[in-house]
């Protein structure tokens, strides 16, 4: 089964945007944490089965540092939760879909990789393996 995952959202302020949608949501995130291969400092707010994962940069040049350069704050990327993660992969890729490097670990442990969003209507997709 494949399902969404996430809204991932850059800002630049984390603490502002974990008050803005704590708030919205009557959910807490808990605390912040460091994820180093990304140099991003994410919190998440669990919503049912779906996280709204905030993301701040962690460094001047970083990927979330250089979209809000590019870009200001919002929605950086959407997340899906695959259990065929690598037919996915290789399905994606027979279409002509690129990816963004190899499957690396992301913010909850799991195998990640993210598809070109030039490729996919502007938008950039993380495939999450479900565990």
């Known amino acids: 089964m494949t399902k969404l995952s996430q809204v991932a959202i850059a800002v630049k302020n984390i603490d502002s945007a974990k008050t803005v949608f704590e708030t919205l949501t009557k959910v807490s995130s808990g605390e912040k944490h460091f994820v180093e291969n990304q140099k991003v400092n994410i919190a998440m707010i669990e919503l049912g089965e779906t996280v709204i994962e905030i993301l701040e940069p962690n460094g001047d040049d970083t990927p979330i540092s250089n979209f809000l350069e590019r870009r200001g704050g919002g929605i950086h990327h959407i997340g899906i939760k695959t259990k065929q993660f690598e037919k996915t992969i290789e399905d994606m890729r027979k ?23 030039k490729d996919t209507f502007g938008v950039l997709i993380e495939l999450e393996e479900e565990q």
């Open 95 to 117: 279409i002509g879909v690129r990816t963004l490097g190899e499957p690396s670990i992301g913010a909850e442990g799991h195998r990640v990789i993210f598809f070109h969003p």
